[in-house]
């Protein structure tokens, strides 16, 4: 099974995703979010899940803190420092394991749809919570990546149903993206 260690930096977060993933039977009760001693080898054969409150930065100071496959969904929009989280993301991903970061791009319609229509009229998020100058071009993803030793697999575009509140994918990324790289095997 797989082993998930959920983490982010508000607090708030953490406690919703803990109640959501103990009621839909992810997450035993008597299991502790914030558990990090466990060694993987007394983890369950079918699979762990964990929620910390903390940031990536932080997981990656711990040791033997690394990962087959780590995701980055829809933070790097909220960052000042992409360079440095993005040196993170890295350092926590095992040799031959990959990134996947979803994220909006910085065009004139994401600004419509994500700002104007999202947060000043259709009130689906606060007003405020996203700033479109830091919002990621690809091109400025992909050489993120590239510069910290990833190879750059794939870039698939993603749209929201509001009706059907459901994700799909598009042939374009003026919108949403999805980036996936890889770290190559040590050798």
């Known amino acids: ?19 959501h993933a103990t009621e839909t039977g992810l ?13 993987p080898a007394a983890k369950d054969k079918k699979g762990s899940l964990q929620y910390r409150h903390m940031t990536a930065d932080a997981l990656a100071t711990e ?35 990959g990134l996947l970061v979803t994220t909006l791009n910085r065009t004139t ?12 009229i259709l009130n689906l998020v606060p007003s405020g919570t996203h700033d479109w100058s830091k919002y990621v071009t690809p091109d400025e993803l992909r050489n993120h990546m590239a510069g910290n030793g990833l190879q750059v697999t794939r870039l698939i575009g993603a749209a929201y149903n509001g009706l059907s509140d459901e994700w799909y994918v598009v042939p374009e990324t003026s919108v949403n993206y999805l ?9």
């Not at 260690?5 to 109640?19: G, H, P, W």
């Not at 496959?69 to 394991?97: A, F, N, T």
């Not at 319609?109 to 000043?120: C, N």
């Open 109 to 120: 319609l994401s600004y419509a749809l994500s700002i104007v229509a999202a947060e000043r």
């Open 1 to 19: 099974g797989l082993h998930v260690t959920a983490i982010d930096a508000a607090a708030k977060n953490i406690e919703v995703a803990t109640k």
């Open 27 to 39: 997450l035993s009760p008597e299991k502790s979010s914030e558990a990090s001693d466990a060694s």
């Open 179 to 187: 980036m996936f790289a890889t770290k190559p095997r040590e050798a």
């Open 63 to 97: 040791v033997g803190a690394s990962f087959d496959l780590v995701v980055c969904s829809e933070v790097i929009e909220h960052v000042s420092d992409v360079p440095l989280m993005m040196q993170h993301l890295v350092s926590l991903i095992k040799p031959g394991g």
